[in-house]
């Protein structure tokens, strides 16, 4: 309890009391609040994800269909396969995502090549691993 004196103008002074304000008590969250804040969040992120990913989706839809156009509907070896048939039996270097190759070309599959080395070792190429061909 608090005390103030009142001064009032004609010189007399009283005592007076007030009581104290009472403090409003802080709601407490309470755990099903908490949680139900919790899933209301996770919903927004979720669905964030999925908008995500259907974007990604129709972006790597445009790219597929874009180097779909570039190949023309042909397989991706075929060029390759037409330049090394006329070099059929014929000394060639071949720059892989292994290392370089040096040999005789034996053999040109559908999607592979057979390089005879010099050490007499067969070794078997596939066509997407070509990084360059002399």
Not at 104 to 121: F, H, K, R, W
């Amino acid at each position: 309890m608090r005390r103030y004196w009142n001064r009032s103008l004609d010189g007399g002074c009283k005592e007076i009391t007030v009581r104290k304000k009472k403090k409003r008590k802080k709601t407490s969250h309470s755990v099903w609040s908490k949680f139900l804040s919790l899933r209301r969040k996770l919903i927004r992120s979720i669905a964030g994800i999925r908008l995500q990913i259907v974007r990604l989706n129709e972006r790597i839809h445009a790219l597929q269909e874009q180097v779909n156009g570039l190949q023309g509907g042909a397989s991706p070896g075929s060029s390759v396969s037409a330049f090394l048939r006329g070099r059929l039996n014929s000394r060639i270097t071949v720059e892989t995502t292994a290392g370089t190759i040096f040999g005789t070309l034996i053999a040109i599959g559908e999607d592979y090549v057979q390089i005879a080395e010099p050490n007499g070792s067969i070794v078997i190429i596939p066509l997407r691993s070509f990084l360059s061909i002399a």
